[in-house]
């Protein structure tokens, strides 16, 4: 059986309430939608794509999880929260003891191809693409979804170097076996 994916990004965030928290490390994926972020779900809603789909799978981060709500509210779709979507990690031990940027840079450098002489503790690409194909699977009985997430997390499904607006849609069929 295959399904039929649309996936969306989440919409433009914001994060100023997070830094007048001093929230660092995972404490920054509460960050929520700026206005224009809720406009860019409201308008995603609208799009003919999503017709057809039966159920909405969204990151558990604040930011995907608002645009996911927006879009289950306007098409009336059901909403699952799905915790295995949630965005690449750029450091696995959760210490977040050096500057992230710097994990990024290394991972886009390296292609996610993790090697011992890395200086970051970045989740690499195959790991991220398992963790991925792993959490979508339990949806295969669905002929097609919606898959709310971030831009690393929905290029495991199209190609490393794919870049994904706010709110952008990319369409992928998966095959299960």
């Given amino acids: ?61 604040t930011r995907a999880l608002q645009t996911a709500a927006i879009i289950s509210r306007i098409t009336q779709i059901p909403l699952a929260v799905e915790n295995d979507l949630h965005e ?3 450091d696995t031990a959760f210490k977040f003891d050096f500057d992230m940027s710097k994990s990024y840079e290394e991972y886009m450098q390296a292609k996610g191809i993790r090697e011992a002489h890395h200086n ?6 195959d790991v991220l693409s398992k963790r991925v194909y792993e959490a979508i699977k339990k ?28 709110c952008g849609v990319r369409e992928v069929e998966l095959s299960w076996t």
Wanted: include cysteine.
């Fill in 88 to 90: 690449w990690m750029p």
């Fill in 139 to 166: 949806y295969q009985d669905h002929e097609k979804i919606i898959v709310v997430c971030h831009g690393i997390v929905m290029s495991t499904l199209t190609r490393f170097d794919d870049i994904i607006e706010h």
């Fill in 1 to 61: 059986m295959k399904t039929k994916i649309i996936l969306i990004r989440h919409g433009e965030p914001r994060y100023d309430e997070v830094l007048e928290r001093n929230y660092f490390g995972m404490g920054f994926d509460l960050g929520k939608l700026t206005d224009r972020g809720v406009l860019q779900a409201e308008l995603r809603a609208k799009d003919p794509i999503l017709k057809g789909a039966t159920l909405i799978v969204s990151s558990p981060y």
């Fill in 120 to 125: 970051y503790r970045w989740e690499s690409y």
